[in-house]
C-alpha cells in the first residue's frame, strides 16, 4: 500500500486548513490536556502566522504554525502518527526559512519537552504562569549556536 505524504501552506490571511487544525488540536486537548488555547486566539493567531501542514492521503497529521521571527505558536501530531518522522518534518520546514526556531512548552508537558530535546532545542528559561491556567511554560531555541542547516540535515535524515 503506499501512502501519500503531502505538505501544505496556509501563509498570513489564509485559513484555508485552519478548521481542520482546530479539529486535530481539540482532539490531543481533549484526550491530553494539552494545546489548551480558546478557539479565537487559536484563529486569530492562525490568520497571523505562516501554517505548514502535512496530509496523508488528504487526512491531517500535523501542523507547525509559525510567526515571522521564527516562533512555534502551535505544534501538532496526530497521536496515532507519532514517532513516524512527522514532527521533525515540520520542525525542518520551519528551520529551513528562520535562522532560528524558538517555542514554548509547558513545564508538565514530558513528551513535548523530550521531542523538542531529541531534535536539538536548547531549555533557555522557565516562565511561572505562563499559561491562562497558571502553568508553567520552559522557552525553547534552536540555532543559531547549534548550527542550524546541520541540525537540518540531520532532522531530515532520521
Same mark, same amino acid.
Given at each position: 500500500?503506499?501512502?501519500?505524504?503531502?505538505?501544505?501552506? %496556509?501563509?498570513?490571511?489564509?485559513?484555508?486548513?485552519?478548521?481542520?487544525?482546530?479539529?486535530? #488540536?481539540?482532539?490531543?486537548?481533549?484526550?491530553?490536556?494539552?494545546?489548551?488555547? +480558546?478557539? +479565537?486566539?487559536?484563529? /486569530?493567531?492562525? !490568520?497571523?502566522?505562516?501554517?505548514?501542514?502535512?496530509?496523508?492521503? %488528504? /487526512?491531517?497529521?500535523?501542523?507547525?504554525?509559525?510567526?515571522? /521571527?521564527?516562533?512555534?505558536?502551535?505544534?501538532?501530531?496526530?497521536?496515532?502518527? +507519532?514517532?513516524?518522522?512527522?514532527?521533525?518534518?515540520?520542525?525542518?520546514?520551519?528551520?529551513?526559512?528562520? !535562522?532560528?526556531?524558538?517555542?514554548?512548552?509547558?513545564?508538565?508537558?514530558?513528551?513535548?519537552?523530550?521531542?523538542?530535546?531529541?531534535?536539538?532545542?536548547?531549555? #533557555?528559561?522557565?516562565?511561572?504562569?505562563?499559561?491562562? %491556567? /497558571?502553568? %508553567?511554560?520552559?522557552?525553547?531555541?534552536?540555532?543559531?549556536?547549534?548550527?542550524?542547516?546541520?541540525?537540518?540535515?540531520?532532522?531530515?535524515?532520521?
Amino acid at each position: 500500500m503506499s501512502v501519500t505524504v503531502e505538505k501544505r501552506v %496556509d501563509g498570513p490571511g489564509a485559513t484555508d486548513h485552519a478548521a481542520e487544525a482546530w479539529e486535530l #488540536k481539540e482532539r490531543i486537548r481533549r484526550t491530553e490536556n494539552v494545546l489548551k488555547q +480558546r478557539k +479565537r486566539f487559536f484563529m /486569530d493567531a492562525y !490568520r497571523r502566522a505562516k501554517t505548514h501542514l502535512l496530509y496523508l492521503d %488528504d /487526512d491531517l497529521v500535523g501542523f507547525a504554525t509559525t510567526r515571522r /521571527d521564527g516562533y512555534i505558536l502551535f505544534l501538532a501530531v496526530a497521536p496515532e502518527w +507519532r514517532g513516524e518522522g512527522f514532527g521533525r518534518r515540520l520542525i525542518a520546514e520551519v528551520a529551513e526559512e528562520h !535562522r532560528t526556531v524558538t517555542c514554548h512548552a509547558r513545564a508538565t508537558n514530558e513528551r513535548a519537552l523530550a521531542f523538542y530535546e531529541s531534535v536539538g532545542f536548547e531549555i #533557555k528559561r522557565r516562565i511561572e504562569s505562563y499559561y491562562e %491556567d /497558571d502553568g %508553567d511554560a520552559y522557552y525553547l531555541r534552536l540555532g543559531p549556536d547549534e548550527r542550524l542547516r546541520d541540525r537540518l540535515s540531520e532532522l531530515i535524515r532520521r
